[in-house]
């Protein structure tokens, strides 16, 4: 592993410097981000899997969006949004053209707002910019992918390209390709790979370099029950000390995870709430009841 790790390195410093310093292709957002690795809770038990060195940096963690709002044309996707997110799940649904997409793409700046601002431990993170990025994991709902990279090879470039070290990036692919289920898969280029196991290469990377902010776009589309029960509960862990956005049309994913949820429609916030008031305050007796009841109601 770590001879391919130095030779994705080198393409991928190449890539580094034909875009300049700091800047990456649109492929890819932006390729410095924090070191570190994993909670050894989570996995293999190394001593060097900690994460005290990160726990300082979480303990106030504040994303504060204000009327925030985006256009494409004439429709407005996005429409004065206005939320504070904490550490913790915070699990987003809406139907199809809500603006939960849209959002997500606004946080992390693929796409331009028009109006609003997001904070992020109350500075704007525009003003942010490479500091805010690199503690910012995204998973997105599609992703263009090298044909011919292995596994191994995507996330060993993705690793160079969050400036990642060398050693922590072969402890960090290794609890990843694990934590997703494609240790068999490690060698087999991801042109050959099914819909579902691109969606777990995707969310590995998005995990790459242990971020203080994750954002997961539709993670479990194309997942199987059982992949979808395995990442729940490894969302749910590290979610202790980070935000996590999930949107997602599966509301069994986030129903046991979710701290808190916020119903989104047309572009527009409707309804936020903690997760058992968001059901019991509107006399459902699930997280789908109370959906679909809240989405026609409101």
Known sequence: ????????????????????AGAT???????VW?????????????????????MEDCAYMRMEINKLSKSYGEKLALDGFSYTFHSGVTAILGPNGAGKTTLMNLITDCTKRQSGEILYDGTDILKLGKDFRRRLGFMPQSQ???????A????AYMAELKGIRKKDAVAQIHELLAVVNLERATHQKVGGFSGGMRQRV????????????LLLDEPTAGLDPEERIRLRGYIEKLAADKIVLITTHITSDVETIADEILLMNHG????????????????AGSLEDAYIKRLHTL
């Open 152 to 155: 191994l090879d995507f996330l």
């Open 1 to 20: 592993m770590k001879k391919t790790i130095n030779g994705i390195c080198a393409m991928a410093a190449q890539v580094r410097g034909h875009y300049g």
């Open 202 to 213: 995707l969310l590995a990377q998005a995990m790459l370099g242990t971020p203080e902010v």
């Open 268 to 283: 527009k916030l409707l309804f936020a709430s903690k997760r058992e008031e968001f059901i019991s305050g509107c006399g």
């Open 25 to 31: 292709s649109q492929w890819v957002r932006e390729p």
């Open 144 to 150: 263009g992918m090298y044909e011919q990279m292995t």
């Open 34 to 54: 924090r070191g570190g690795t994993l909670p050894a809770t989570l996995g293999t038990g190394s001593p060097s899997l900690t994460a005290n060195s990160i």
